[in-house]
C-alpha cells in the first residue's frame, strides 16, 4: 500500500513537492507538513497560541504591514497582530492542508459554511455573482445558494449542463464528488474543461485528499467541512479552502473583513487530525467496503450507493421504513455528520438534508428511504451486527421483497 500510494501522490501531483525540497510520501507529508520548524526550536507538539493581541513597540512598522495586507492579502510575516488577522497555530494546519490538496496555500475558517460563504462574498464583490451549481450538495451549501442569502443567483445543472450554463457574470462552478448524501460521483476533469476561465470549487469533505486531489484535476479551490474527516473525533468545527496564492490572497482579507477565523484550538486540533487522516480513512474505507458489500447482498435493502473512489461513507435505502433502522441502532449513533472515529447513521430527507425544498431534494435523488452511514474505526463485525439488528425488524414486519439492484 505504502509504495502504491507514494506513486500516486507523485504522479497526480506535481505542485506538491514544488517548492518543497524532499519529494516526500503522502503519509509522510501528513504527519510533518506543518512542524518543519519544531525541531529547531526544541519543540515537539505544535504551539498552541491563543492569543489575541501581540506586544508591538514599532507603530511605524505595524502601519506599513497593515497596509501591505489591505493592499494585497499577503500572509503576515513576523509577529503576528491580532487574532483575526492570523495566528500561528491556525497556519500551521493551512500549510499543511495545501500540501496535502497540493495547491499553493489554505485558508481556513471557523466552520465549512464560514469558508463557502467567504468564497462567495469574494466572487460577489467582483460583481460575479452568478453560480453555476450541481446537485446534490450538502443541505446547507445548497439552502445558502437556493436563497440567496449572500446575493448569490443559483442556475442548477447536471455536470454535463456546466458550459452552457456560464454567464459573463458567472463567478463559480460549484460541485461535490462524492456528493452528500448520495454518493454521486463526477468527473471532475470534465468539469474542470468545461469551466474554462471560471473557477471550479470542489468541495471535497466526502473524499478527503487521501483518496482524491481535485485540484491535480482542474479545480482552482477544495473546500472541506474541516468538522469531518480532517479533524476526525467529533470534537472541532473547521473549514478551510485550500486555492492558488492569489485567491487565498481575496480569501484572507474576506475572512479579516468579515471575522468567520477558525479559533486557535481549532486549528492545533486539525493539525493533530491530518496525521492520522491517511490511517483512519483507510481503515474506515476498508471497513465501509465490506459493509457495503453486505448491505448489497441484504434483501432488506433496496439499492446501495457506495462511490468508485472508495471511501467510508455509505448510502443506501431500504425497503421498509427508515426511521425504524435509526431508532433501531445500539452501537452506531443516531446522529447528523461524519467523518469521525465513530459510526453514525442518519436520515438525509429528516436532518442533513431537510433544509432543502422536498421536491428538488427529490430530484437530486435524496430519495425518503435514503440513509447515510458513516463509518467510523470500530471492528466490522460489530457493526454488521448493529446494522443486522437495526434491519431486523424490517423482516419480521412486512415480509422481504425483491431487490431492484446493487452497487450502483
Ligand atoms: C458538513 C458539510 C459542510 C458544512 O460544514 P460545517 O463545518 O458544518 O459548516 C459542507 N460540505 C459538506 C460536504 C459537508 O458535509
Not at 16 to 37: I, N, Q, Y
Not at 130 to 144: F, I, K, M, Q, T
Not at 254 to 280: D, I
Amino acid at each position: 500500500m505504502d509504495s502504491r500510494t507514494h506513486d500516486a501522490y507523485d504522479a497526480q501531483d506535481g505542485c506538491v513537492a514544488a517548492g518543497h525540497p524532499a519529494r516526500r510520501a503522502f503519509a509522510t507529508e501528513a504527519v510533518h507538513a506543518g512542524r518543519e520548524d519544531l525541531a529547531a526550536q526544541g519543540l515537539h507538539a505544535a504551539p498552541l497560541d491563543l492569543s489575541t493581541t501581540y506586544p508591538s513597540y514599532d507603530s511605524r512598522g505595524e502601519a506599513a504591514r497593515l497596509d501591505a495586507f489591505a493592499a494585497d492579502g499577503a500572509e503576515l510575516t513576523g509577529t503576528p497582530v491580532y487574532a483575526r488577522l492570523g495566528n500561528p497555530t491556525v497556519a500551521r494546519f493551512e500549510t499543511a492542508l495545501a500540501r496535502l490538496e497540493g495547491t499553493e496555500s489554505a485558508v481556513a475558517f471557523a466552520s465549512g459554511m464560514a469558508a463557502l460563504s467567504a468564497v462567495l462574498l469574494a466572487r460577489n464583490a467582483l460583481g460575479l455573482r452568478h453560480v453555476v451549481a450541481v446537485r446534490p450538495l450538502y443541505g446547507c451549501s445548497d439552502h445558502l445558494l437556493t436563497a440567496g442569502l449572500l446575493g448569490s443567483e443559483v442556475t442548477w445543472v447536471d455536470p454535463e449542463g456546466v458550459a452552457d450554463a456560464l454567464r459573463p457574470d458567472t463567478g463559480l462552478v460549484l460541485v461535490e464528488s462524492p456528493a452528500n448524501p448520495t454518493l454521486a460521483e463526477i468527473d471532475l476533469r470534465a468539469v474542470a474543461h468545461a469551466c474554462g476561465s471560471v473557477p471550479l470549487l470542489v468541495d471535497n469533505t466526502f473524499a478527503t485528499p487521501v483518496l482524491q486531489r481535485p485540484a491535480g484535476q482542474g479545480a482552482r479551490l477544495v473546500l472541506h467541512s474541516a468538522t469531518k474527516y480532517l479533524g476526525g473525533h467529533g470534537d472541532v468545527m473547521g473549514g478551510v479552502v485550500a486555492c492558488d496564492e492569489e485567491l487565498a490572497r481575496r480569501l484572507r482579507q474576506v475572512r479579516f473583513a468579515t471575522g468567520g477565523v477558525l479559533h486557535p484550538l481549532a486549528g492545533y486540533l486539525l493539525l493533530r487530525g491530518l496525521s492520522t487522516l491517511p490511517v483512519r480513512v483507510r481503515a474506515a474505507s476498508a471497513t465501509a467496503a465490506e459493509l457495503a458489500r453486505r448491505l448489497a447482498a441484504d434483501p432488506r435493502v433496496a439499492r446501495v450507493h457506495y462511490p468508485r473512489i472508495g471511501g467510508a461513507m455509505i448510502a443506501f435505502e431500504v425497503h421498509g421504513d427508515p426511521h425504524a433502522v435509526i431508532a433501531g441502532v445500539r452501537l452506531i449513533t443516531p446522529a447528523v455528520s461524519l467523518g469521525s472515529v465513530d459510526t453514525l447513521i442518519q436520515h438525509p430527507a429528516s436532518i442533513s438534508h431537510r433544509i432543502v425544498d422536498a421536491t428538488d431534494r427529490r430530484d437530486a435523488g435524496v430519495g425518503d428511504r435514503l440513509l447515510r452511514l458513516s463509518v467510523g474505526l470500530e471492528d466490522v463485525e460489530d457493526l454488521w451486527a448493529d446494522l443486522e439488528g437495526a434491519l431486523g425488524t424490517e423482516r419480521a414486519g412486512g415480509g422481504v421483497r425483491r431487490k431492484e439492484t446493487a452497487g450502483r
